[in-house]
């Protein structure tokens, strides 16, 4: 990951302001969910994507009973309930 080289101010309520140009780039937009993760002493922003609550994964996810699930996971739920 290259530095942007861009720098904003925290604003007091804890807000920060993602330039025009990054939220044109990464194609965000108001209202789109961002996921802040941390690791070590970085604070990294990402556009949100749901996770299987089992596996972790990202790819082919759906919402059942108010929970994100993957297919392959949701197969295996099928399989032992039967």
Partial sequence: MRPAGVVRKVDQLGRIVLPKSLRKRYRMNEGDPVE??????????ERYRPK????????????????HICMNCLREMTLISQ
Wanted: proline share 0%; glycine share 12%; net charge negative.
């Fill in 36 to 45: 802040i993760l941390v690791s070590g002493d970085h604070i990294l922003l």
């Fill in 52 to 67: 299987c609550v089992f596996c972790g994964e990202m790819n082919g996810v759906t919402e059942y009973r108010e929970k």
